[in-house]
């Protein structure tokens, strides 16, 4: 049984295989480290749990008149807070990003 899902993708050329293989290795790298720090916290969220609550978390940037930027990050739900706090991760914040 896995989380994990996949699908077929092609690819010609070695350097995109590569890449691509890199990438899958690396998020899978990630979601097992994310599994672990949740196990290890006895938190019962599950590692699709945890990005699918993450993932509601947005920054927004726009410039306005070429000049200056305004930017804004999502108000963190307890939830979302609790999230950070079981991983280990410090909370996203607008002036870190």
């Known amino acids: ?3 994990i899902e996949i699908a077929p993708v ?3 050329l070695p350097d995109r295989i590569r ?3 890199l990438i899958c290795f690396l998020a ?3 979601y097992r480290v994310l599994r672990m720090r949740l196990k290890a916290s006895d938190n019962p969220l ?3 749990r945890a990005l699918e609550i ?3 978390i947005q920054f927004h940037q726009v410039l306005l008149h070429r000049r200056e930027t ?3 990050l999502t108000k963190l739900k307890p939830e979302q ?3 950070f706090e079981a991983i280990g991760l410090p909370a996203p914040a607008a002036s870190r990003l």
Do not use: E, I, M, Q
């Open 81 to 83: 807070r609790d999230l």
């Open 54 to 56: 993450a993932r509601k």
């Open 46 to 48: 599950s590692p699709t």
């Open 10 to 12: 092609y690819h010609r």
């Open 28 to 30: 899978l790298v990630l």
């Open 19 to 21: 890449a691509h293989a």
């Open 70 to 72: 305004a930017s804004g």
């Open 1 to 3: 049984k896995s989380d």
